[in-house]
């Protein structure tokens, strides 16, 4: 039997390149990597994929499209003001719900986790709520999201605890929101999740909202060769 070594027949540090280059693909007209299914960048990662293919000789390449919900990140961000200091924390989202058309420019609430007695003491109506949820442990944010929309919240932004979507404080995290909200659901680091928390125990916080994403119809595509 003939016995060979792997990295004889795979270059490896290629896959790393194409990798490297993929994660380097985005959405257009956005500064962060998001590229789901029926998007801007989704189509770029393909269109690259296919040169590659045709680059190292492959043949019969072949696209396979199909309709999706497409769902388009471009930006986010939430901007506030403390002791006359002009705050602004860049901001992801949880996919599968729409943005805003424009700035959401209204007072910022602390609800906790987002319970209904948490709920019930704050006057929710035309605000930005802010919530902090361990996914692994309660329930998905499409339960709490549903509860403030019905309370009258116009957006969420979430600050994610515990490990589920890692442990850095500075990162950014996304997911299917699997909601039946129709009300922007964003997530905000626990580094800047903190301090906006800490600003609101200080006094009340008018915040601008910038939610720039939306859900369509689109289409998507396998590709082989």
Not at 73 to 102: H, M, Q, T
Request: charged share 25%; with cysteine; hydrophobic share 35%.
């Amino acid at each position: 039997m003939e016995v060979y070594n792997i990295h004889d027949k795979i270059d490896c540090w290629y896959g790393c390149t194409v990798g490297k280059e993929l994660s380097l693909i985005g959405n257009e007209h956005s500064c962060m990597g998001f590229k789901n299914a029926g998007s801007t960048g989704e189509k770029r990662a393909g269109d690259y994929i296919i040169r590659e293919m045709k680059k190292i000789g492959l043949s019969n390449i072949t696209e396979y499209s199909f309709d999706v919900d497409a769902w388009e990140f471009k930006n986010g961000f939430l901007e506030y003001f403390e002791d006359g200091k002009r705050i602004e924390a860049p901001l992801s989202a949880f996919a599968g719900v729409n943005g805003s058309k424009g700035l959401i420019e209204t007072k910022v609430v602390d609800v906790g986790h987002g319970t209904y007695r948490e709920c019930i003491k704050k006057d929710i109506r035309n605000s930005i709520a802010l919530i902090r949820i361990d996914l692994s442990k309660g329930y998905w944010i499409g339960v709490p999201a549903y509860q403030l929309e019905l309370m009258g919240a116009l957006a969420i932004i979430v600050i994610l605890e515990g490990e589920l979507l890692g442990d850095c404080d500075y990162v950014l995290n996304s997911g299917d929101a699997i909601a039946r909200a129709n009300i922007p659901i964003m997530n905000i680091s626990r580094q800047n999740g903190e301090k906006l928390t800490n600003s609101l125990k200080n006094g009340n916080i008018i915040g601008k909202l910038n939610a720039n994403f939306a859900l369509s119809k689109g289409k998507s595509r396998n590709i082989s060769g």
